[in-house]
């Protein structure tokens, strides 16, 4: 069988380091710690959150086990945002999420997937691989959205009457 056109996934996903280091590289702690609502990650803490996602059995392990339900994953669950916070700087973070990326692509790659494999679906029967792979992508721009919103935020105060054109702080 051929292989499936995967690039609607891996062209995104491959973008999304060098997206995240010039949203995020340079920014003072102040914008790197705000959040544009009280139950959002920081932007640091979402930088942190894609590395979890990324490094430590989510992904490629979800979608490995919708092919094959006997795949035992190998993660990792005392790793969390907060440990990864505070045992790394934030530049670390970022050099890290770019190289898990990197592996995580090829490990996508090397999956030879095809459309039947897209269309397989997990053992509870509520997701596919090609719906796991569009999360996948989702959830990255998702998190790149919610830093800009919380980069916007921090002119709350200063932006006077157009607020009401904005909808800050509430960003639907």
């Given amino acids: 069988m051929a292989a499936a056109d995967i690039t609607q996934f891996t062209q995104p996903l491959s973008l999304t380091p060098n997206l995240l280091r ?11 710690d705000r959040r544009h609502s ?62 898990l990326r990197a592996t995580a692509l090829q490990q996508l790659h090397a999956l030879s997937l095809t459309e039947a494999d897209l269309q397989t679906v997990n053992a509870a029967g509520t997701c596919t691989v090609g719906q796991l792979l569009s999360t996948w992508v989702a959830h990255d721009l998702y998190h790149l959205g919610q830093m800009f919103k919380s980069f916007a935020a921090t002119y709350e105060s200063e932006i006077g009457p157009y607020q009401r054109y904005l909808n800050l702080p509430h960003f639907n």
């Fill in 22 to 32: 010039a949203v995020v590289a340079g920014r003072p702690d102040d914008w790197l």
């Fill in 38 to 99: 009280s139950d959002v990650f920081s932007p640091r803490e979402a930088v942190a959150h894609l590395v979890l996602c990324e490094g430590y059995g989510t992904w490629i392990d979800r979608s490995r086990k919708i092919l094959d339900p006997n795949y035992a994953a190998d993660t990792d669950e005392s790793v969390s945002e907060a440990t990864l916070l505070a045992s790394r700087t934030f530049e670390t973070l970022l050099d890290e999420f770019e190289a």
